[in-house]
Every structure is written in structure tokens, then in C-alpha cells.
């Protein structure tokens, strides 16, 4: 089980995928990688299409990139990341990350304290990487957590009334 206020460490890299290749059919739902529209970009590595309806109708589409290096014993890496680049850089895919404000449960920074993205939830890897607080009820529990709980999380918010559109404009 996750700590507070403790470095996450690393898994060892069969387990890891081990792990991964165990929970991926759960988080498929009886679903092909296909049919969820979902990528594997290497035994550790998942990218997830995500949509944020908006009020005329249209949604935003994001892209989030998951990272299984600490997995299970600590929540998956989660990434907002440019569709082209699959990569974050603060300077220039601020729209690429959602806003989402307001809510006790989740956030999202461009820069949190100088480390980069954070997707602000005790799902996601970067929240333990920070070091930041949290209740013991919220701490990821690999005997009853596995990542489709933080696809499903992340998935809320965007569909929440704290989703408050992207941090930046698209370019054109």
C-alpha cells in the first residue's frame, strides 16, 4: 500500500508488467485495445483517449499517458501529453491539460511547485511524488486498487462541473 509523505519505489519490472497484463483485461471491460481505443506504447507504457463534453454539444478530446514503473504497489504515472508528441512540456501543451478546479478529490497543475504537470489525486503517481499529504482512506490499496480506478477518476472530473475547459487555447 501507498505512504503519505513517501518517495514511491520503483517495482521490479516483471512484476510491473505482470501486474499490468493482470489488470488490463479488468480495465477493458470484455473490450479489445481497439474497441476501447486504447495504445500500448511499450509493456509499461498505456495511452488513453479521454473526453470532456462542453456545453455546445462538442467535447475536448485529451490524451492521457499512463506509466506502470511502480505499479502495483504505487498508482500508476498520469500524464495529460500532446497527441502528437506524447510528451509534456509545460512551455507549449498547457492545451493539451484540463482545468480542473474546485474539487476536494482531484486537480490539475501545469507546474506544480517547479516538478512539472500534476494531476492532483491520490491515483496518480506524481501525487506521491511530491510528497503531498493525505487521508489514510484516500491511499492507493493495490489489494483493492488497480489503474482502471484512475482512468475512472480522471474520467469524472472531466465530465464534472469542476472541468472548467484547457489551460490554454488549441493553436490553430
Not at 476501447?36 to 509493456?43: K, S, T, Y
Request: proline share 9%; glycine share 4%; net charge positive.
Amino acid at each position: 500500500m501507498a505512504q503519505a509523505k513517501t518517495a514511491p519505489v520503483l517495482a521490479t519490472p516483471s512484476d510491473a508488467i505482470a501486474a499490468f497484463e493482470r489488470d488490463l483485461p479488468k480495465a477493458l471491460k470484455n473490450r479489445t485495445l481497439e474497441e476501447a481505443g486504447w495504445r500500448r506504447l511499450d509493456d509499461m507504457t498505456l495511452l488513453v483517449p479521454l473526453w470532456a463534453p462542453k456545453t455546445n454539444g462538442l467535447s475536448d478530446e485529451y490524451l492521457l499517458r499512463l506509466g506502470f514503473a511502480y505499479y502495483p504497489g504505487w498508482p500508476p504515472s498520469a500524464l495529460f501529453v500532446n497527441p502528437k508528441t506524447l510528451s509534456y512540456d509545460k512551455a507549449k501543451d498547457k492545451c493539451w491539460l484540463p482545468k480542473i478546479e474546485g474539487c476536494p478529490e482531484i486537480a490539475t497543475h501545469i507546474d506544480y511547485m517547479n516538478r512539472g504537470q500534476l494531476i492532483c489525486c491520490s491515483l496518480t503517481l506524481e501525487f506521491y511524488n511530491v510528497l503531498h499529504d493525505v487521508k489514510p482512506e484516500h491511499l492507493w490499496d493495490s489489494k483493492k486498487h488497480n489503474f482502471a480506478a484512475t482512468i475512472n477518476q480522471i474520467d469524472w472530473a472531466l465530465r464534472s462541473p469542476f472541468y472548467k475547459g484547457r489551460h490554454a487555447i488549441l493553436p490553430p
